[in-house]
């Protein structure tokens, strides 16, 4: 991260829709959704409504394309009264078929763009799929059907994506 809030500080963010993978409609939404519920927990944020994100994004009639560059998201954070801005995509989101054949997975890419200057502060990128060691052992009986019957979906594969990204991101901010 360039740039960590001072003790007491609170950066302004707002999270905008990421791009949905491809084949994978409302992936992105997900990935948002998710990303704005993790970063509640950082101390160092204060998340702006969604709500004002779309009003202002219809009015300017920015991002409909689902595409948002560093120039684009400073416009609309500005607009809104956010120090900074959450873009991203969803690059990979495989759905499980056949209860785990294949296992489900998802890519999250995001990055925090400031306002003020259009940099780029932080970038994190996180893939959660299943395991190799797990993936030969649920040919097994018994643990075999213990797999399949508790095998994650896509959604659960996303959320825990932007979990880990949003944990990496307050373990830096609390580090300076």
Known sequence: MKHTPRAGEKIRVAVLPLKDAMDAPGSGELAMEALTTHLLKVDAYEIIERGALEQIAKEQKLGATGAIDAETA???????????????????????NFMIFPPA?????????????ATVEWTATYTLGWHPVKWMASFFWPLGVFFVVTSPSAENRLNKAVGKISKQVAKKSREH
């Not at 400073?74 to 499980?96: C, M, N, S």
């Not at 890519?107 to 306002?115: E, F, L, Q, S, Y």
């Open 74 to 96: 400073a416009q609309i954070g500005k607009l809104v009264g956010a120090d900074a801005l959450i873009i991203g995509a969803v690059t990979e989101y495989q759905p499980r």
């Open 105 to 117: 997975k998802a890519t999250v890419t995001c990055r925090m763009v400031r306002t003020d200057t």
